[in-house]
Structures are given as C-alpha cells and as structure tokens.
C-alpha cells in the first residue's frame, strides 16, 4: 500500500485526496463501527454531529486524542496503545473473576476475549475505548450481568456523601483563606466567595482517595491545604466565563461527569451554578460504562437520589428543540441519557445530547479521559468547553477551549423575536381587515434541490399574490436567517404558526409545482415528478400543528392534500434541511 500522508493534526485529514487515505479511513471507520452510512442506526448523521462538531461535509472526525489517532493511523503499537489495550483486558478479566462464578463461562469468556486482543494487538485498528466496549458487550452477553460495579458505585456515592455530610467536609469548604480577600464592591466580594466554594468543590470531586479509601484523608493535614490552597488558574477563567464583568448573560450549561464518588460533589457544585441563575443539564451514562453514573443508578442509589433532590429527569432520547428548551424553563437542572455505555463518542451520543450540546453556551468535562477527547483533540467544537481533571502528576488542572470561530451560536431570544416580528405583521394585516395565509411547501426535502426549491415557492407565493386581493401570504422561503439550521427554523415557525393569526392554510400541491416551473418557462424535473408537501417530514410536522390550530379556530381552512397523506412520514430529520426517510418496512438490508 502507498505510505500515508503525514500530517500534524487530525484537523487536516480530508477525504478526496489521496485514494490509498481514503480507504483506509473508510476501513477505520468501519472497523470501529463509527461510520454512519454503514450503520446509520445507531451512527449519528453528520448533521446531527455538527451540532456538535465544526467539521466540512469531506472532513473527518474521529472520537480520541490526535496522539491516539497518529498511533492508530500508523497501525504502530507504541508502548502507550500497548498499555491501554493491556488495561482494557485486565479490567475484563477483574470483572469476570469477582461476577462470575462458574468456571466454564468465565473460561469461554476468557477465550473469546483473547481472539479480540490478538486482532488489536497484531493489527492496532480499535479504538481503546471501543475495544472495552466490545469486550463488555462479550462480558454482559455471556455472564447476564449487566452492572458488574453497581455494589462498588454505591458504595462509592455513600463514601462521598458520609464525608458531605461530616465534619471534614465544613473543613474542607467553609476554612477562611489565609489571605483578606479583595473587596472593591459587594459583588465582587460575592463572587470570590463563589469562586471559593466553586473551586474547593472541584478539588474534592477529583480526590477518589474520599471514596477509595475514607479513613486516610480524615488524619490527612496535607489533603485539607490542597483542596484549600489557592487556584489562580481556576478564578481567571472561571471570571472570565461567568465573572460579574464578563458581561455574560445566565448560561446553560452541559455537565458531564466523572465518575461515582465524584458525582455528589459535581452535584454541590451544580447546586452553586444553579443559585447563580444559570441552568444546567446533566448527561449520564445510558447503561454500563466502567465507574461511570449511568442515569438509572438512582433506582437503586440513595446517596444518588438524595443528592440529585428534585432535578427533572428525561427520558425521551429524541427530544425536539421545541420540547427541551419547555423542559429547561421547568426546571433549572435537567437530568438526560448521553445515549452511550462507552467514553464520550459523539457518533454515537443521543438526539436529546446533542441537542442539549446545541442548545448550551458552555461544556462542564469532568476528569481525564474528557480532556483527551475534548482538549486534546485538535478539533473545534461548536461550543465553549471547560475541563476539569488531575494530570498524572496529582495535579490539579483547569483548561479551556473557545468554540470554533466560524460557529455562529443562534439563541432563542434571536429565534423569538425573529418569529414575534412575523406575527407583527400578521397581527397589523389583521387590523387593516386582511386574510392571512401560510404557505407550507417543500424547500429542502430533496437533497440537492433547495436552491431550485427556492425559485418554485417564490415564483408560485408571488403569483397567489398577483391573483388574490387582500391577502397577507407568509412565505418561509422568504424569512431565512443565515446561521439556522433546520431545528431553529422549526422552532421558529411552530411559534408563528400556533399565534392564532393564520386565516388560510395552503399545502403546496403537485399542480401548485407544475404551475411554478410553467410560469419559470422550465419543464419539471425528474426529482419533481409527482412530489408536493406530504414528501417534506417538516410539512407533516406542520400539518399535525395546523390541525390542532383549526381544532382551537375552527374557522381556519386547510388547503392542500388530504392529511392522511401526510402521516407516512418519519420525524423530522435532526438539523437537516431535508427529509428523514419513510420507513422500509419488511425490505431487507
């Protein structure tokens, strides 16, 4: 095979220039089944990874460190590979001699399990954190058990907040520095009091020594200056985030956790964020991934549960924009699935993740494992994300990495009075004793087509317009926002659309297409042949909201194909301007 370009960072791979590059990202993609159009579901679309991730339509992104990738991307097994696969095996084989009694089992697990450490280390392709999960899915399959640290976890979260809830804990918090803390107005006295409570919260959920072994820390001198010891790192970039002159309006912010011990003091520091206005969604683990809180150990947990107190959990893992952003104003912390029972993968996260990534202004990444994926991946993400974690040396580290520069975030206020400005004008149209009409028509259901789209809604609205007097007709295609995707013009149209203004409701049909590319002088093209509204999934979306409109205003008419037609459709494709697809139901792979 022809050697691989080099290359300083995994920013800069690129598919379509090298043909031997190519297949061989193909092969690692698949190989670590990550690749969407070969398993599409279970595989995020990369519209739904741009939620998340600032990448071209022919970039690659890869869910580990660039070092990890350089390694992988080589086939070498440098020492450092070596040692992770190494670990991933003995971990296995830890859990299976505590879980499982019955020697044939664990033997057969055993033996399977070494035909897989052969394959990495012969030829390094996985992943480590891949690797585990295939290792763990043989475990669970095999033994039945599908938490084998559910006891150890537990004991985790008491540990954590038996010391809470003891003396050690106002020792560790509520100690007065040793310095008069700056007081040049009553806020900022107010926030280096925060930033103090913040900080130490920090430090003690990244001491497992709390949990792992109680009884060392209370005769520990040592241990309680560390965690009071100042952190000059910590306030700078904490003010500069969040600070009274950061000019920072309340923030939602998405957390992800470290382990079980340290999620209780993650909680107390959520606690603080949420006093300070801001609201916080918190991701947990969607089934067993190593010490990790997956979101149904509050069943079985009541340190868990006590220190979650009234946090509203959510279950639906394809929430629409719409039903996450009602979600936060009714609670302050929101509790979600990542969708994942493996190290953070953003292939394979959740809609309702990455919608919550999509909807946050900041990332919260607790530990080690975070700052590889996150901070030592050269990629850019599409929000701010602060890291939390201890290096190898025992110390404390704080990093930040601004979101990409070519990421424009849309917020809601800008969504609302985008939308409350159309409804304005249907309000003003209404006082001057016009009708109003919507027009819902496709615009970006077929790949490809959306500029010739385009010129079919505008040619045909402008000729309803020349043929109807007295007639407000609102046009989507003329109130495009650039920067939104296909959620937030949902998002914005649903709010114009239940405003209790429209009058006519027309759904584009096949003769309304035909008449366009009549009066454009073109023939239809292929791609149109036969298609109309009930072809679009955002169309059906607003058929089913314009029939619970006429249920509440009866006197509102429906124009267009019946609706029943319509509600063959999928939802609404995740961040796309185009479809999802009809089911192919009882076709074959």
């Known amino acids: 095979m022809s050697k691989l370009p080099d290359?300083?960072?995994?920013?800069?791979?690129?598919y379509g220039l090298d043909p031997y590059l190519d297949a061989w990202l193909l092969h690692f993609m698949t190989e670590n089944n990550i690749e969407p159009t070969v398993n599409p579901a279970e595989n995020a679309q990369q519209e739904q990874l741009r939620f998340m991730v600032d990448v071209d339509d022919d970039q690659v992104f890869v869910p580990c460190s660039d070092e990890m990738f350089e390694n992988l991307l080589h086939t070498r097994l440098s020492p450092a590979l070596r040692r992770e696969y190494r670990?991933?095996?003995?971990?296995?084989?830890?859990?299976?001699?505590?879980?499982?009694k019955d020697r044939y089992t664990r033997r057969k697990i055993f033996a399977l399990s070494r035909h897989k450490v052969r394959q990495v280390l012969h030829a390094p392709f996985l992943i480590p954190s891949r690797f585990?999960?295939?290792?763990?899915t043989i475990f669970m399959a095999m033994s039945g058990v599908h938490d084998p640290q559910r006891k150890e976890k537990r004991e985790a979260n008491k540990r954590a907040l038996d010391f809470m809830n003891g003396p050690?804990?106002?020792r560790s918090l509520y100690a007065?520095?040793?310095?008069?803390l700056g007081c040049s107005s009553i806020m900022h006295l107010r926030w280096e009091l925060e930033l103090l409570e913040m900080a130490r919260l920090c430090r003690l959920s990244l001491r497992?020594?709390?949990?792992?072994?109680?009884?060392?820390?209370?005769?520990?001198?040592?241990?309680?200056?560390?965690?009071?010891a100042p952190w000059p790192e910590f306030n700078e970039t904490m003010t500069r985030i969040m600070g009274p002159d950061s000019k920072q309006k309340k923030l939602k912010i998405l957390y992800l956790p470290g382990s079980s011990g340290g999620i209780i003091f993650d909680l107390r520091l959520i606690r603080v964020l949420v006093r300070l206005g801001h609201k916080v969604i918190l991701a947990l683990k969607e089934g067993y991934c190593l010490d990790s809180p997956v979101i149904w150990d509050v069943e079985h947990d009541s340190a868990l549960q006590d220190a979650l107190g009234e946090a509203l959990f959510v279950e639906n893992s394809r929430m629409s924009k719409n039903e996450l952003l009602r979600a936060q104003r009714e609670?302050?912390?929101l509790v979600i699935s990542d969708g994942t029972r493996e190290r953070l993968n953003l292939w394979r996260t959740s809609v309702t993740f990455a919608r919550s990534w999509k909807e946050a202004d900041l990332i919260i990444a607790k530990d080690f494992p975070h700052h590889r994926r996150l901070i030592k991946n050269s990629h850019r993400f599409t929000r701010d994300i602060l890291c939390l974690y201890r290096d190898r040396d025992g110390l404390d580290q704080i990093r930040f990495k601004e979101k990409s520069p070519r990421v424009t975030k849309i917020t809601e206020s800008q969504i609302v009075a985008q939308a409350d400005s159309i409804i304005a004008q249907m309000r003003s149209a209404r006082g001057m004793a016009r009708q109003v009409m919507f027009y819902s028509a496709i615009i970006g259901s077929i790949p490809g087509q959306t500029k010739v789209a385009l010129g079919v809604v505008n040619t045909f609205v402008s000729y309803l317009r020349s043929r109807h007097a007295n007639l407000l007709i609102i046009n989507p295609a003329e109130h495009f926002v650039e920067g939104m995707d296909g959620d937030d013009l949902m998002y914005m149209w649903e709010r114009v659309q239940r405003s209790g203004f429209i009058d006519v409701w027309r759904f584009q049909t096949v003769s309304d297409i035909e008449t366009s590319f009549e009066l454009m002088g073109e023939a239809v093209p292929a791609e149109w042949?036969?298609?109309?509204?009930?072809?679009?999934?955002?169309?059906t979306k607003e058929m089913h909201i314009a029939l619970d409109m006429q249920d509440k205003h009866p006197e509102m008419q429906i124009i267009g194909p019946e609706p029943k037609r319509f509600f063959r459709r999928m939802e609404y494709g995740v961040g796309k301007y185009f479809d999802a697809r009809i089911t192919d139901k009882g076709r074959g792979l």
């Open 331 to 333: 609670s302050p912390l």
């Open 132 to 136: 585990l999960k295939q290792l763990m």
């Open 176 to 180: 007065c520095p040793d310095s008069n």
């Open 87 to 100: 670990e991933k095996w003995r971990l296995l084989v830890h859990l299976a001699r505590i879980n499982i």
């Open 208 to 228: 497992p020594q709390i949990w792992e072994h109680p009884a060392t820390v209370r005769n520990d001198a040592s241990f309680f200056e560390e965690v009071c």
């Open 168 to 170: 050690d804990m106002s």
């Open 7 to 14: 290359f300083t960072s995994v920013r800069e791979l690129r």
């Open 529 to 539: 042949h036969g298609k109309d509204s009930t072809f679009s999934t955002g169309c």
